[in-house]
């Protein structure tokens, strides 16, 4: 069974800063999607950014990206010039892309504090 | 973007009544729905995996007669909390997979307090 860690419970950056919130998996497949999704107060589940695992660039989505590294089995998410809407849960999700298994593995989660 | 809706957004019931909870993709069809379980400060518990027109799939641990699913429609699928007890006072979300994608898009969350 697939396993998402998410080491860090707690992260704060200043306004306009860059933070980077660390998503390690474990799997045995060799093709697969990860997901960022943040969760703000409203408790909304939003999708920050998407990666497939036979890509090797990295994902961005403005000021999203995400630090790919397949063979250590890491998906970190940097934010760029923080933005106080950015405050809220951030999840990392893994997908099999084997048909059939379409459910989400989530990790624990990360809560960001922006700071003004 | 890909719009899913949920319907109660809260829900508040005396304990051995049933309650139906509403998922709806509204500008998309889903061809699979899911529904999660949000304890508070927790991660996301999947519970079921619903295909239009078929049985649902439960998680292991998770009540079937209990949690009742039905996917009618490519746009509409029920989760039914039937009997309810103080235990099952939870948040629950449903996601939307759009039909030859892979994104699941969530609703807004429904949240339920059994008395």
């Known amino acids: 069974a697939q396993t998402v860690t998410q080491s860090q419970p707690e992260m704060s950056v200043q306004e306009a800063e860059t933070v980077t919130l660390s998503c390690t998996y474990d799997?045995?497949?060799?093709?697969?999607?990860l997901f960022w999704y943040k969760q703000p107060p409203s408790r909304q589940m939003i999708l920050v950014i998407r990666q497939e695992a036979y890509k090797q660039q990295n994902a961005t989505e403005n000021r999203f990206s995400v630090n790919f590294q397949k063979a250590a089995k890491s998906f970190s998410l940097k934010i760029s010039d923080s933005q106080l809407g950015d405050a809220a849960m951030y999840f990392c999700?893994?997908?099999?892309?084997?048909?059939?298994?379409?459910?989400?593995?989530f990790g624990t989660g990360t809560r960001l504090t922006i700071i003004p | 973007g890909a719009v899913v809706s949920q319907h109660p957004s809260r829900v508040i019931c005396k304990s051995g009544t049933s309650v139906k909870i509403e998922c709806r993709s509204l500008?998309?069809?889903?061809?699979?729905m899911f529904w999660y379980r949000q304890f508070p400060k927790q991660s996301l518990m999947l519970m079921a995996t619903s295909n239009e027109g078929s049985k649902a799939t439960y998680e292991q641990g998770v009540e079937k007669d209990k949690f009742l699913i039905n996917h009618a429609s490519l746009t509409l699928s029920t989760l039914t909390v039937t009997s309810a007890h103080p235990e099952d006072s939870s948040f629950y979300i449903c996601?939307?997979?759009?039909?030859?994608?892979?994104?699941?898009?969530f609703g807004p969350g429904t949240r339920l307090l059994v008395l």
């Open positions: 999700a893994y997908r099999s892309a084997s048909f059939g298994n379409e459910k989400l593995t």
């Open positions: 500008d998309f069809q889903a061809t699979t």
């Open positions: 799997t045995s497949e060799s093709d697969y999607y």
């Open positions: 996601s939307a997979r759009r039909q030859g994608l892979e994104t699941q898009y």
